[in-house]
C-alpha cells in the first residue's frame, strides 16, 4: 500500500467562510479577478495504490487540544442578489487562514455539467466563477503557492455550487491553510534525544487532498530531529524499537512555536505488536458492479482500553476494479466501512485481520433534502454547512457526511441515506447552529424532508492582554471548543485580536462555553463555564503568561485531566493526564463516567457533561464510574461507584 498518499488526503484546512466569525472591514481599492474557461473536463490523476489514513473523528477531550479552528480576519456575509449572468454567477475571495490578508494567483477548479472551469485570484485574492451552464457545481481543486492545496478524489468534492440563470452570490471567503514548516524532536523518557526514530504524520483530513500527495514519514537525525509541514490539528507519531511509541498533536501553541516534542515512554516487555496482518476485498454496488474512488474505513471492532491496530484508524482508496487491501494491521478484530458520495456505504463489523475475501456493497438509499432559512425573515440563506451524524447511542454519534452549499435558494440535497437515527446539524455564518433528529425507517429509497430555521447568534466580547505587563496582545487567537462542525467547509467560531487586544465572536449559541486562548510566545489557556448570554454578554479580560527565553509554550487548563469519549450511556476516559485529578482518584482507561454529581450523563447530554467536569480549581465533584475491571452480572454492565474527584490545574 503507497503510504505516502496519506498526508495527500489531510494537509489542507479549506474553509468555507459564510461561516468564519471574525467581522472586520475590507480593504478598498482592489482589482477586478480574473477568470479563464475551459471546456470539457479535467482530467483527475489516477487513484494509484491505496492510501493508509485516520479516518474517525478524534474524541471531545475534556482537556485543552479540542479546538481546532483556524483563524482569519475578513468575513463578509454571503448575499445573493440579481445578475444579468446567463447561468448565475459566484463571487468571493481566497484568503489567509492565518493572517487573513488575499492569496494572489491561487487556482480554482469547478466542475460540473459543463465540463470544468477554472478561475484565479487577483491581487487582492478576489475571484469571480462564471459557470458555463445552470446546475450543481462542485469545487474541485484550490491551489495556492505556499499553501496546502484542496484536492479530493475526482467527483468526491464536499463543497457544491448551485447556479441558477439570473442570480450572482457573492461575498464568499475561502481560507486556505499555508504551509508551515516545524522543527520536531524526539526524545526519550529521560528527555535524551532518540536518532532513529520512525516518524508519521496523521491528522483527521483524509478525503481533501487525493490529488495532491504530500511527505508523511520522516526519521530522526542524530540530534532527534526532523523537520516537516503539517496543519494544526494533526497528530505526529514516534516509534523506535528501544521505547514504547508516542504521540504529539501539533496545537496552536506548536504551529507558532514552530516546534513540536515528541516524548517517548519505556518499553514494556521485549517486543511490541506485530503489525503483518492485513485486510482486503472489493467495494461493489448491488448488482455487482465495481466501485471505483470509493474510500474504505478499518477502525478497531474494540473500545477502549483494548483497541487493535492504530487508534485512529485507517484508510484506502479501491482501485479500478473496485479493490482494496489495508496493511500493517495488528491481529485482531475491525470494523470495515466504503463510502461513496451519492450512495449509502457498505459496512462489515467484526472482520478478523487476515480476511482477503471481503465484499462491501453499496447500495441506493434515501436522500435528504431541505431549506434552510432565516428564523425572521424566512429568506433563504444563501451559504450553510450541513453535518450529518449517525447515532450509535443514546449520546455517542458518528460522523456520517458534511456537505457545504451556496445556493440562492438556501436548498439542500444529500444522496445515499441508509436506515437508521440521525442528528442533523445546519451552521451559517452569523447565525446560532441549529440541530434536528432524523429518522430515516427502513426501505426507504425517496425524500426525507427536514428544514430549518436559524435565528441570528449572541456576541461575546473582550480582550487578551500580557499575564503582568497589562499590555494588549495583537493577533491572539480565541476559538470556542466544540462547537461548529468540523472538516473542510465547517462554520469556525474563533477571531483574531485586533492591535488593542479586542475581539468580537458572533453567531454563538446562547449557554456555558469554553474558550481556547492562544498567541505567540506566550503560554495558551483554556476557559471554561464562560456564559454566552441572548443580550449582552459581559466583555472577557484574559491573561495570558509570557515564555521565558527557550521555554516550549504550554497549554493551561483546569479540569480532571483525561480524554473523554461518548460509548454508549458514558463518557468513557481514554488518556488519563499526570498529575490531573482523575490520575489522583485512581480513575484509568476504558473507566466510564455514567453520573456527575447524581445526573446520569445520558440526561445531560455530552457538551452539557463536559461542561459539568470542568470547574474552578481545588474545586471537588462526584463522579459514579463504571470500573473498565469490574465484572457485570450476565448481560448486565458493571454497576458504578461513586468516586470524588478534585479538579486540578494542569500544563502540558
Do not use: C
Not at 478524489?153 to 516545524?182: K, M, N, Y
Request: net charge neutral.
Amino acid at each position: 500500500m503507497d503510504r505516502k498518499r496519506t498526508l495527500g488526503l489531510l494537509v489542507i484546512v479549506l474553509v468555507l467562510v459564510g461561516g468564519l466569525l471574525l467581522v472586520l472591514r475590507e480593504r478598498g481599492g482592489e482589482q477586478e479577478p480574473q477568470a479563464t474557461r475551459t471546456g470539457g473536463t479535467v482530467d483527475p490523476k489516477p487513484a494509484a495504490a491505496p492510501a493508509v489514513t485516520p479516518p474517525p473523528p478524534k474524541p471531545e477531550r475534556e482537556s485543552a487540544q479540542a479546538a481546532k479552528a483556524m483563524p482569519t480576519r475578513l468575513v463578509p456575509a454571503t448575499r445573493a442578489e440579481d445578475s444579468t449572468e446567463p447561468h448565475g454567477a459566484f463571487e468571493g475571495r481566497v484568503i489567509s487562514a492565518t493572517t487573513g490578508e488575499g492569496v494572489e494567483g491561487a487556482e480554482l477548479t469547478f466542475a460540473g455539467p459543463g465540463g470544468a472551469t477554472s478561475a484565479r485570484s487577483n491581487a487582492s485574492g478576489r475571484f469571480r466563477f462564471v459557470p458555463s451552464t445552470a446546475g450543481t457545481w462542485q469545487l474541485a481543486v484550490v491551489m495556492a503557492r505556499g499553501y496546502l492545496p484542496f484536492g479530493p478524489e475526482w467527483g468526491q468534492s464536499p463543497i457544491r455550487f448551485t447556479a441558477v440563470p439570473g442570480q450572482r452570490i457573492s461575498d464568499l471567503v475561502l481560507a486556505l491553510t499555508p504551509e508551515v514548516e516545524l522543527l520536531g524532536r524526539v526524545e526519550g523518557a529521560d528527555g535524551q534525544p532518540v536518532a532513529g526514530a520512525q516518524v508519521r504524520m496523521l491528522t483527521g483530513r483524509g478525503e481533501e487532498s487525493v490529488l495532491f500527495p504530500t511527505a508523511d514519514r520522516y526519521t530522526s537525525d542524530e540530534r532527534g530531529e526532523f523537520r516537516f509541514r503539517a496543519p494544526e490539528g494533526a497528530i505526529v507519531e514516534a516509534r523506535h524499537p528501544a521505547h514504547a511509541s508516542a504521540r504529539a498533536e501539533v496545537t496552536p501553541s506548536a504551529v507558532l512555536s514552530r516546534r513540536l516534542v515528541v516524548k517517548l515512554g519505556k518499553r514494556e516487555g521485549t517486543t511490541a505488536a506485530p503489525l503483518g496482518e492485513s485486510l482486503a476485498g472489493r467495494v461493489v454496488t448491488g448488482g455487482g458492479t465495481a466501485v471505483t474512488g470509493a474510500l474504505v474505513s478499518v477502525v478497531s471492532a474494540s473500545a477502549w482500553p483494548r483497541r487493535y491496530g492504530d487508534e485512529l484508524g485507517y484508510e484506502t482508496v479501491t482501485d479500478q476494479e473496485g479493490r482494496f487491501k489495508v496493511e500493517g494491521l495488528e491481529p485482531g478484530s475491525y470494523d470495515v466501512t466504503a463510502r461513496l458520495m451519492g450512495l449509502a456505504p457498505g459496512e462489515l463489523r467484526d472482520v478478523a485481520a487476515g480476511r482477503k475475501d471481503l465484499v462491501l456493497t453499496l447500495a441506493q438509499g434515501a436522500k435528504l433534502v431541505g431549506t434552510v432559512r432565516d428564523a425572521t425573515t424566512g429568506k433563504p440563506l444563501p451559504s450553510f454547512t450541513l453535518d450529518v451524524l449517525t447515532k450509535r447511542g443514546p449520546i455517542q454519534s458518528e460522523g456520517f457526511a458534511q456537505l457545504s452549499f451556496i445556493d440562492a435558494q438556501g436548498h439542500y440535497e444529500l444522496a445515499g441515506v441508509p436506515p437508521g437515527s440521525y442528528r442533523v446539524q445546519v451552521a451559517a455564518h452569523g447565525y446560532a447552529p441549529s440541530e434536528t433528529g432524523v429518522e430515516v425507517p427502513k426501505g426507504t429509497s425517496g425524500a426525507v424532508t427536514a428544514n430549518f430555521s436559524l435565528a441570528r447568534g449572541a456576541k461575546l466580547t473582550g480582550r487578551v492582554l500580557e499575564e503582568g505587563s497589562g499590555l494588549p496582545l495583537e493577533r491572539a487567537r480565541i476559538a470556542i471548543e466544540g462547537f461548529g462542525t468540523g472538516g473542510a467547509l465547517s462554520v469556525r467560531y474563533d477571531a483574531l485580536t485586533d492591535a488593542q487586544g479586542q475581539f468580537t465572536l458572533d453567531g454563538l449559541p446562547v449557554g456555558e462555553v469554553t474558550l481556547y486562548v492562544s498567541a505567540e510566545k506566550h503560554h495558551s489557556r483554556l476557559l471554561s463555564g464562560v456564559s454566552v448570554r441572548p443580550d449582552a454578554t459581559p466583555p472577557q479580560v484574559i491573561e495570558l503568561r509570557k515564555t521565558e527565553e527557550g521555554e516550549e509554550p504550554q497549554v493551561e487548563l483546569v479540569g480532571i485531566g483525561a480524554v473523554l469519549a461518548p460509548r454508549e450511556d458514558a463518557l468513557v476516559l481514554g488518556e488519563v493526564m499526570p498529575g490531573g485529578g482523575a490520575a489522583e482518584a485512581g480513575l484509568v482507561t476504558g473507566d466510564g463516567i455514567v453520573r456527575i454529581n447524581g445526573r446520569p450523563v445520558v440526561e445531560l447530554g455530552f457538551t452539557e457533561a463536559v461542561q459539568s467536569i470542568r470547574g474552578p480549581e481545588g474545586s471537588r465533584l462526584v463522579l459514579g464510574v463504571r470500573k473498565a475491571s469490574a465484572p457485570g452480572t450476565g448481560e448486565s454492565p458493571a454497576p458504578a461507584v461513586d468516586i470524588t474527584v478534585t479538579r486540578r490545574r494542569i500544563r502540558r
